[in-house]
C-alpha cells in the first residue's frame, strides 16, 4: 500500500507500507517509510526520509531474525 500527497511548489509527501512471508520465504516481513519529495525537474525527483524493515526468517537451523531502521535518501530519473 503506498500513497502520495502534493504540498505545493515541487513537494510532495510519499509514504509506503507492506507486508509478506506468511511462511513461504520468511515467516513474516514487513516495512514502512515516509518521504518528503522534491520534484526538480519533469524528470528528477529528490527525497528524503526514513524506513523501518524487519524480517523473521528462520530454515533448517538457520535464523534470520532483524530489524533495520534509519534515514533514506534517494533521486528518481524517469525517461
Known sequence: MSGDVALGNGFGLHGEADVGGFGVGA???????GTLQYRYS????LEAGYR????????DGFVYDVAMQGPIIGARFRF
Open 42 to 45: 519533469d524528470t528528477v525527483t
Open 27 to 33: 515467516d513474516i516481513d514487513w516495512q514502512v517509510q
Open 52 to 59: 523501518y524493515l524487519a524480517v523473521d526468517y528462520n530454515n
